[in-house]
């Protein structure tokens, strides 16, 4: 039904920023509810944000806010995470969520490395 495909990635120092990506296929983009989590290792998979069908309305978690900012376009069918003033606590594999009803899809994952 959707295959979501993350891009963006790498290492980069602490204070650094980076721009994830997110390219869905496989049905209308704009009915998907799009969520970003992320995992680190031997952590459990954590919320990170989330954006409406429409773009209008975004959540984020505390450990996030103020520093991340998600967006999609619905016309390239992809959704975005911005990422500024990057700590080494954000190091995790970061993935890809969407939602349509009761049918949940993910992504395979990219790696962001933060240091110090």
């Known amino acids: 039904q959707v295959q979501l495909v993350e891009s963006g990635g790498g290492l980069v120092q602490a204070g650094d920023s980076l721009r994830l990506s997110c390219t869905a296929s496989g049905r209308a983009f704009s009915n998907l509810r799009m969520r970003w989590f992320r995992q680190a290792p031997g952590k459990e998979r954590e919320f990170v944000t989330a954006v409406s069908r429409s773009g209008d309305s975004t959540d984020y978690a505390d450990s996030v806010k103020g520093r991340f900012t998600i967006s999609r376009d619905n016309a390239k069918a992809t959704v975005y995470l911005q990422m500024n003033s990057l700590k080494p606590e954000d190091t995790a594999v970061y993935y890809c969520?969407?939602?349509?009803?009761?049918?949940?899809?993910w992504g395979q994952g990219t790696q962001v490395t933060v240091f110090s």
């Open positions: 969520a969407a939602t349509s009803k009761v049918l949940h899809y």
